[in-house]
């Protein structure tokens, strides 16, 4: 959660300074109060006048300016953040604080503080994998700095290889889990996620609305709280969050196979997947053509209720299920809960504005065992999985 956090972004002079603006306003979308130091090579890439424009606030540069107040600047700046992300990273400015060199006032800030620090490095490829630059990364994180990994694309240099910074979304997802307590560290969550595909030929399929989205914000926020994640996931449009393991299926019948074989060494099985519940009792191996052999009807046959199955045989392991109905939700949410033997239950009503499948907000509603029912508000997925999260670990 970057709401009301501190985020102190040193600038440096490479050539990913033009992504920095762009970081700096994704972050005060989150909440997050920014200020930014640059370095003076920095000021040769991008303008003061540009960040302080994006981040709401003077930017520093000049280490011996006049005092404004009576403030030592690099000693308040880095009191006042609870995290420095430098982002672009330069191989210099790297290599001055693995040694411990103060020339400018980001390099002295960085060496004033205690709190948390995050580099994006940003280089050519052949500066990146040079031994002092790699020697130098390895200090820092021998110290418990972050250093962000970088994409291979074509660089600026027109080289092409590892060196390129990491998108502004990306930084942002990396300060977010870096800021976020870890307390879920030590518990194993085995999570679902997505709709499944039922083959009818080797062309169509049968499925549903699914998007993933609820499933990867709770292995997302999961893993933020320092759980151990694997997802298991059908077939979305989104980019799965990073989590321990990630296992793809398309059938129901594939989703089955993947639970079963990480359900033993889990603490938490969380079934936000929908999985298909039938299939076409034969699957075509060739295309069915639409004039020949086109059939007026499919017939289907039951899929295995997964979340009934590891109901039955859990041990150890807190369920948690979803169900989304089109009515009487919290009645049937209730009956799945007691018949799949699950320790909670989410329950929404796809019909309503702003719940469901496709939507980035969801209202749910969360039945205990007990058959205590939690009204909740619409919400984004992400703090409905952070709400849920905090239920389980009521349990443990
Ligand atoms: C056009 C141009 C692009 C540069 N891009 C990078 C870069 O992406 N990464 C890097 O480490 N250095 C880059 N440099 C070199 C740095 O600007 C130089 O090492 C400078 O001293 C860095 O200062 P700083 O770390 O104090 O910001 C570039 C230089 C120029 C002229």
Redesign the pocket.
């Given at each position: 959660m970057l709401k009301d956090k501190n985020i102190l972004l040193g600038?440096?002079?490479?050539?990913?300074?033009y992504k920095s603006p762009a970081l700096v306003s994704a972050l005060r979308k989150e909440g997050a109060n920014v200020k930014v130091v640059?370095?003076?090579?920095?000021c040769?890439?991008i303008t003061p006048l540009t960040m302080q424009t994006m981040s709401n606030n003077p930017v520093h540069v000049e280490t011996f300016n006049q005092l404004s107040n009576m403030d030592v600047e690099h000693i308040s700046l880095a009191k006042w953040a609870d995290i420095i992300v430098v982002a672009?990273?330069?191989?210099?400015?790297?290599a001055?604080f693995a040694n411990g060199i103060c020339d400018?006032l980001?390099?002295t800030v960085l060496m004033a503080s205690r709190s948390k620090i995050i580099f994006a490095?940003?280089?050519?490829t052949y500066?990146l994998k040079s031994d002092a630059n790699i020697k130098n990364m390895e200090t820092l994180k021998e110290r418990g700095v972050k250093i962000l990994a970088t994409a291979s694309d074509i660089?600026?240099?027109n080289d092409i290889g590892e060196?390129k910074?990491l998108e502004p979304l990306e930084i942002l997802e990396e300060i977010d889990e870096a800021l976020t307590q870890k307390d879920l560290s030590g518990k194993r969550f085995l999570i679902t996620a997505g709709p499944t595909v039922e083959s009818i030929d080797p062309v169509r399929y049968i499925s549903n609305h699914s998007s993933g989205k609820m499933g990867y914000a709770l292995a997302k926020m999961a893993k933020y709280r320092g759980a151990e994640v694997t997802l298991i996931s059908g077939p979305t449009n989104i980019k799965p969050p990073k989590t321990d393991k990630f296992v793809s299926v398309t059938s129901t019948q594939d989703m089955f196979e993947a639970v079963k074989n990480n359900f033993s060494d889990c603490d938490v099985l969380i079934k936000a997947a929908a999985p298909a519940d039938f299939r076409p009792k034969v699957r075509a191996e060739e295309k069915i053509k639409k004039d020949k052999d086109a059939p007026n009807s499919i017939e289907l046959e039951g899929n295995i209720d997964i979340a009934k199955y590891f109901g039955e045989i859990k041990d150890k392991q807190i369920m948690v299920g979803f169900a989304a109905e089109s009515i009487d939700e919290i009645k049937y949410g209730m009956a799945k809960l007691k018949k799949k033997n699950l320790d909670m239950i989410v329950v929404n009503n796809i019909k309503a504005q702003g719940a469901g499948f496709k939507s980035d907000t969801n209202i749910a509603s969360i039945i205990d065992r007990e058959g205590n029912i939690d009204y909740l508000k619409k919400m984004d997925k992400k703090d409905l999985a952070n709400i849920i999260l905090n239920r389980v670990k009521n349990l443990f």
């Open positions: 600038v440096t002079g490479g050539i990913a300074a640059m370095t003076p090579s920095a040769e890439f672009p990273a330069t191989a210099n400015t790297i001055k400018n980001l390099t490095p940003a280089m050519n500066m660089l600026a240099c060196g910074m």
